[in-house]
């Protein structure tokens, strides 16, 4: 089993930054690739960003350009860097990860709520 507790989320102007960050725990070495997803009120849950054990990445086009997504093995944590921020991108914001081995598992986070407003 894998734990993912996420962090970092609040209110942010339009054009300001805010950082995700996402600790995993528990069996942390079944796990591949982590990521971030998101879902707007009355929206199907989409993926924003992932990275793989190795460090490749993938976007959205809707973020690419304006969010980072890293990953530090050594704290067994991912991050989401969001800068350039729009009201668009309110939304509640999950962390994923997903096992490297059948069956593939994948475990959520609780999630984290995003709000940009002026």
């Known amino acids: 089993q894998v734990q993912l507790v996420e962090s970092g989320g609040g209110l942010v102007q339009p054009g300001g930054s805010l950082r995700l960050s996402c600790a995993a725990s528990?069996?942390?070495?079944?796990?591949?690739?982590m990521g971030w997803y998101r879902q707007a009120p009355g929206k199907q849950r989409e993926l924003v960003a992932s990275?793989?054990?190795?460090?490749?990445?993938n976007y959205a086009d809707s973020v690419k350009g304006r969010f980072t997504i890293s990953r530090d093995n050594g704290k067994n944590t991912v991050y989401l860097q969001m800068n350039s921020l729009k009201p668009d991108d309110t939304a509640v914001y999950y962390c994923?990860?997903?096992?490297?081995?059948?069956?593939?598992?994948?475990?959520w986070g609780q999630g984290t709520q995003v709000t940009v407003s002026s």
């Open positions: 994923n990860a997903v096992e490297q081995f059948y069956p593939y598992r994948e475990y």
């Open positions: 990275i793989t054990r190795v460090g490749g990445t």
């Open positions: 528990g069996n942390i070495f079944s796990i591949n690739a």
